[in-house]
């Protein structure tokens, strides 16, 4: 199972590739939605539908990508995948009516959906378990940078270039993804088993309801009751998927990995802890433009801070985690990130733009150590049968977790219009809100016991110390 030294050299690369492909994709577009719209000639509330059809494809998708990639083949999958996201790219950038656009992002979705988790899956198969954390470590940093650059990225092209461009930057990098995919990625299958069509549909169509919840809640589109109930329908469709998963002899998303104790942990900070760090790059640019009256491009760039920082810390994530290990490490480094958050609540727009460089970007750093530890930890006791549902949950749950952030806050700011105030206090409170939030889902993590994860690092000791 294990490649060559030289046939994997460029596997991680292609993961981080197709990893940045997709969390560019999901910021960048909020940017240049405005000027879409003028384009199209449609208000820039029904340019939502772009936005909306890209996230529930995905969501829907998703669980289906470790079958497909199982049955026919990593390799195979991921080209494919790399194909209709580049191919849906042009298809956006050619788009002369909101209907091509919300087909073209449908046809991105599907590639998606399955670009990031096959690759990842390809990795989990092909590296020991003591290789997992550098090269997770690794393969994580386009997905830290992609949001942060996104908005900033996103405002430079629409001012200076056209809107076009945010879809046509994917092209050139879907192209040579294809290409190093076709040299370096290895085709791992498993044996055959049946496909879960029951499975898909009640686990598919409960993600998509509830991500719809959550974009309805966020978006204040109808009324809470309405959201509520969308939401509540989604959690009831995964209730009836968890009792037919039991039944069945080979569900789409096997049940027993739940059982490894450091996989449950890990997907439940997931959630817990990104809905504080889910709302930085939501509320930062927000509040500084409707708040402190900056333009959009400086807003977008001041988020370059926290994706420098997330750049730094992948150097030293290792030592950090041999010295402290990883229940200490996601325990402090959780409540560092929340009361990070928290400071932002002191900020004013009386004081210099600059005095916020230092905390985004260490900021940045904590979050790039809290990432490469949780997805380390969250897979690294999988077996590999159960390493393909393993990793589509956790891709499901990521995705699922940024909406929540983004929701989340989004109600909390709305919360706090209710009593009044001036718009830099409303911001100042949600952020506080959030930070508290955040320090609080440190507690997760405490449930992982002193020892966990020292498989990781121990052996890559040894074998340093023995070279």
């Known amino acids: 199972m294990i490649k060559s030294a030289r046939s994997m050299a460029g596997l991680p690369w292609i993961a981080a590739m197709a990893f940045f492909m997709q969390s560019l994709d999901a910021t960048i577009l909020n940017t240049a939605l405005p000027a879409i719209a003028d384009s199209l000639q449609r208000s820039p509330l029904a340019m939502q539908s772009a936005v909306i059809s890209y996230t529930l494809t995905v969501a829907m998708l998703i669980p289906v990508s470790g079958w497909l990639a199982d049955r026919y083949g990593t390799r195979k999958v991921f080209i494919v995948a ?24 449908i046809i991105q979705g599907i590639g998606g959906a399955m670009m990031m988790p096959v690759a990842r899956l390809a990795l989990l198969r092909a590296y020991p378990r003591s290789e997992l954390l550098p090269v997770l470590n690794f393969v994580t940093l386009p997905g830290l940078v992609g949001p942060v650059v996104g908005p900033m990225l996103g405002g430079i092209l629409v001012t200076y270039a056209s809107w076009h461009w945010i879809f046509l930057i994917n092209i050139p990098i879907g192209i040579l993804g294809i290409v190093y995919a076709r040299k370096y990625m290895p085709d791992f299958t498993t044996p055959r088993r049946r496909f879960d069509l029951s499975g898909f549909i009640l686990f598919g169509f409960g993600l998509v309801l509830l991500s719809c919840g959550i974009e309805l809640f966020g978006e204040k589109l109808v009324a809470g009751t309405v959201a509520a109930a969308v939401l509540l329908a989604g959690i009831f469709l995964l209730l009836l998927y968890i009792a037919h998963a039991r039944r069945h002899p080979t569900p789409l998303i096997g049940l027993p990995m739940f059982k490894t104790r450091t996989f449950s942990i890990g997907i439940l900070g997931n959630v817990a802890s990104r809905l504080g760090t889910g709302c930085v790059p939501f509320l ?48 402090a480094i959780t409540m560092i990130i929340g009361l990070f958050i928290a400071s932002f609540a002191l900020q004013s727009p009386g004081e210099q733009i600059y005095i916020l460089l230092l905390p985004l970007f260490l900021l940045g750093m904590a979050m790039s150590t809290q990432f490469t530890a949780m997805n380390t930890i969250t897979l690294a006791d999988l077996t590999d049968e159960n390493a393909s549902s393993g990793n589509s949950m956790l891709a499901v749950t990521q995705q699922l977790a940024i909406g929540f952030g983004v929701a989340v806050s989004a109600a909390v700011l709305r919360f706090y219009e209710n009593f009044g105030g001036t718009t830099v206090e409303q911001f100042h409170s949600t952020f506080l809100t959030m930070g508290v939030v955040t320090i609080l889902s440190a507690l997760v993590f405490m449930l992982l016991k002193p020892g966990d994860g020292r498989h990781l690092i121990s052996d890559r000791a040894k074998r340093r110390k023995k070279a």
């Open 284 to 331: 930062m640019p927000l509040m500084l433009q409707v708040g402190f009256g900056y333009s959009a491009i400086i807003a977008g760039c001041m988020m370059a801070p926290t994706a420098i920082g997330s750049m730094l810390a992948k150097s030293t994530v290792t030592g950090v985690l041999r010295r402290l290990g990883y229940r200490t490490t996601l325990v």
């Open 82 to 105: 790399v194909f209709l996201f580049t191919f849906g790219s042009l298809i956006c950038a050619l788009s002369g009516s909101l209907t091509v656009l919300v087909v073209s992002r």
